[in-house]
């Protein structure tokens, strides 16, 4: 388990987690190191990664797997059920309550969730989306899936103090995709639930986390940091993020510097080679990333 | 005990301006004292390995914590019912409560265990045990009250309290949780749901959720209670340092008798 980081006397939570999202951001790394560290990433992929086939897909949970956390949940096929859809119904939900009106998380995730059915009744939803899934339910399991995502909304919606806020953030905003360049077919996914724009420029990400900090914890929170970063090269990369996770209280906040972009590359490389296996095997000193001197 | 909807709610919420100041060193010192507890019963080394679950059935003497309960009738019962708790609280309704209460459980693939063992049941286990979901569903409906969305619920609450470095993990499930989190005062209620007979260790098992959601949340709830579905009552305590304390010496002695079990099982 990796340590966090709020002080467990300080309460309300929310004020605390607020406080570290909205805390002036530091120094951005320099652009030189950057790029530096996009080359040797895209360097370390090339070196591990499979050349053709499927495009190999890593996110966070491509991450915790990797380091035999959660493994058997690696192997197991994707279905819809309550816990996988709550996050999609859960961030609409909270949109719905910061946009005004006075709605509750449980109120919003039903409206949420009328409109999904909805559009799927109209035609609009295609197959194998939440959407087309929510509306073919009978009312008992469709009941499950609005208790699950009006309690990761209510988790969401009580863990920051949004009325402290003097710019909106984008709550559950797409995901953001890198896809490796030259001949090698993997694509990452960065994810945040929130991100809070910060005075003076900068952004502040918070993903909430399922379970407890594993040791992947901190590169799995990095993950959607070097995402914009090499995504978007040219953007102001996020100044930290902020991991919080409900169910056992502790929120781990993370300065995004070289030391974390590196360390989450050199993880994203790691997985990649796991994952490729037999393909393209390669020894795993080819795939280290290194800071660089100008860190 | 009895009484209306209006009166239950009532037992839940109590008097907002009667609830106790929240002491902030409380929480930290609980959890020290379990870390403390069990600091001597895992070993470093042992760190690699999955950690040792302790939720409610391996504080049990006697249980295997491994294992977790075995599906019987009266679990298959509870997952049913609770689910129908769970979609009442949410939704203010229910149709058909043995299709809600199935299609509940089918929709989630943790319960294919249970959906197995409803399989294999003999019929008249099966309508018996339809028969029980039914009234339980009736009482529920004439006797839960309606939950305000502003009281911000959770149903299903997960909580777990890593401890001696993620080595061991005290889990455990809210049924409902109701309150928004902590600020000055005590502000949550959490509500154990039971479809089986009112039994003493019950307490026992409300001690430890209120001990889980204390150290979890940094702030105790100001009540705690038990909801029977078979009868709608509902059993109440408001929640004191004496409680929790004893809920964690219960705990870490409910530790040190499930780590043998569980290396012995391994």
């Keep these: 388990?990796?340590?966090?980081?709020?002080?467990?006397?300080?309460?309300?939570?929310?004020?605390?987690?607020?406080?570290?999202l909205l805390s002036p951001a530091g120094p951005a790394p320099a652009p030189a190191a950057l790029d530096a560290l996009r080359a040797r990433l895209a360097a370390g992929l090339a070196a591990v990664?499979?050349?053709?086939?499927?495009?190999?897909?890593?996110?966070?949970?491509?991450?915790?797997?990797?380091?035999?956390?959660?493994?058997?949940?690696?192997?197991?096929?994707?279905?819809?059920?309550?816990?996988?859809?709550?996050?999609?119904l859960g961030v609409a939900a909270v949109r719905h309550c910061l946009v005004g009106g006075g709605r509750t998380p449980a109120e919003a995730v039903a409206a949420s969730a009328a409109r999904l059915v909805e559009d799927a009744r109209h035609g609009l939803a295609r197959r194998g989306t939440p959407?087309?899934?929510?509306?073919?339910?009978?009312?008992g399991a469709r009941a499950?899936?609005?208790?699950?995502?009006?309690?990761?909304?209510?988790?969401?919606?009580?863990?920051?103090?949004?009325?402290?806020?003097?710019?909106?953030?984008?709550?559950?905003?797409?995901?953001?995709?890198?896809?490796?360049?030259?001949?090698?077919?993997?694509?990452?996914?960065?994810?945040?639930?929130?991100?809070?724009?910060?005075?003076?420029?900068?952004?502040a990400l918070l993903t909430m986390v399922a379970g407890r900090p594993g040791p992947s914890g901190r590169v799995e929170l990095g993950l959607a940091a070097l995402v914009d970063v090499v995504a978007r090269p040219t953007a102001r990369?996020?100044?930290?993020?902020?991991?919080?996770?409900?169910?056992?209280?502790?929120?781990?906040?993370?300065?995004?510097?070289?030391?974390?972009?590196?360390?989450?590359?050199?993880?994203?490389?790691?997985?990649?080679?796991?994952?490729?296996?037999?393909?393209?095997?390669?020894?795993?000193?080819?795939?280290?990333?290194?800071?660089?001197?100008?860190? | 005990m009895g009484g209306g909807p209006a009166a239950l709610l009532a037992r839940l919420r109590g008097d907002a301006a009667r609830r106790p100041l929240v002491d902030p060193g409380l929480a930290g010192g609980l959890r020290e004292w379990l870390e403390d507890g069990v600091a001597d019963l895992v070993p470093e080394r042992a760190a690699a390995g999955p950690p040792l679950i302790v939720d409610r059935w391996a504080l049990v003497p006697g249980a295997r914590p491994v294992d977790g309960p075995a599906?019987?009738?009266?679990?298959?019962?509870?997952?049913?019912?609770?689910?129908?708790?769970?979609?009442?609280?949410?939704?203010?309704?229910?149709?058909?409560?043995?299709?809600?209460?199935?299609?509940?459980?089918?929709?989630?693939?943790?319960?294919?265990?249970?959906?197995?063992?409803?399989?294999?049941?003999?019929?008249?286990?099966?309508?018996?045990?339809?028969?029980?979901?039914?009234?339980?569903?009736?009482?529920?409906?004439?006797?839960?009250?309606?939950?305000?969305p502003g009281w911000l619920p959770k149903t299903a609450d997960r909580v777990s309290v890593p401890l001696a470095g993620g080595r061991i993990v005290l889990s455990a499930v809210l049924d409902l949780v109701l309150g928004a989190p902590a600020g000055d005062r005590a502000s949550v209620c959490v509500v154990d749901v039971r479809s089986g007979e009112r039994r003493a260790e019950h307490?026992?098992?409300?001690?430890?959720?209120?001990?889980?959601?204390?150290?979890?949340?940094?702030?105790?709830?100001?009540?705690?209670?038990?909801?029977y579905t078979a009868t709608g009552e509902v059993d109440v305590e408001d929640v004191d340092d004496a409680l929790l304390s004893e809920a964690v010496l219960r705990t870490i002695d409910g530790v040190r008798r499930a780590l043998p079990a569980a290396k012995a099982a391994a």
């Design chain 1, 1 to 20: 388990m990796i340590p966090t980081t709020l002080p467990a006397a300080a309460l309300p939570r929310a004020r605390t987690l607020t406080d570290a």
């Design chain 1, 49 to 88: 990664g499979p050349a053709s086939g499927p495009v190999l897909r890593i996110d966070a949970f491509a991450l915790r797997t990797a380091t035999g956390a959660d493994a058997g949940a690696a192997g197991r096929p994707f279905r819809w059920t309550p816990r996988t859809a709550r996050r999609t």
């Design chain 1, 131 to 139: 959407a087309a899934w929510l509306a073919s339910l009978p009312g």
């Design chain 1, 144 to 203: 499950q899936v609005l208790a699950e995502a009006t309690t990761w909304a209510t988790h969401l919606y009580e863990a920051v103090e949004w009325h402290r806020l003097a710019r909106p953030p984008a709550v559950g905003a797409p995901d953001r995709w890198w896809d490796c360049p030259g001949p090698v077919a993997v694509a990452l996914r960065g994810r945040a639930d929130a991100r809070f724009p910060l005075p003076g420029g900068g952004e």
């Design chain 1, 237 to 295: 990369p996020p100044s930290r993020v902020v991991g919080w996770w409900p169910e056992c209280g502790r929120a781990l906040v993370l300065a995004v510097d070289l030391g974390l972009l590196s360390e989450t590359a050199g993880s994203v490389t790691e997985a990649v080679r796991r994952a490729a296996g037999d393909r393209r095997p390669g020894p795993v000193h080819e795939c280290a990333i290194e800071v660089p001197a100008a860190a």
């Design chain 2, 71 to 148: 599906v019987t009738t009266a679990l298959a019962r509870d997952l049913m019912v609770g689910a129908l708790f769970r979609q009442f609280v949410v939704t203010g309704r229910i149709g058909d409560p043995v299709a809600d209460a199935l299609a509940a459980l089918r929709v989630d693939d943790r319960d294919d265990s249970v959906m197995e063992f409803l399989r294999r049941l003999p019929l008249d286990e099966r309508s018996s045990l339809h028969r029980q979901v039914a009234a339980h569903a009736r009482l529920l409906v004439t006797r839960w009250p309606p939950v305000a």
């Design chain 2, 203 to 227: 307490r026992d098992d409300l001690h430890f959720l209120g001990l889980l959601e204390t150290v979890r949340a940094g702030a105790p709830p100001f009540r705690l209670a038990t909801y």
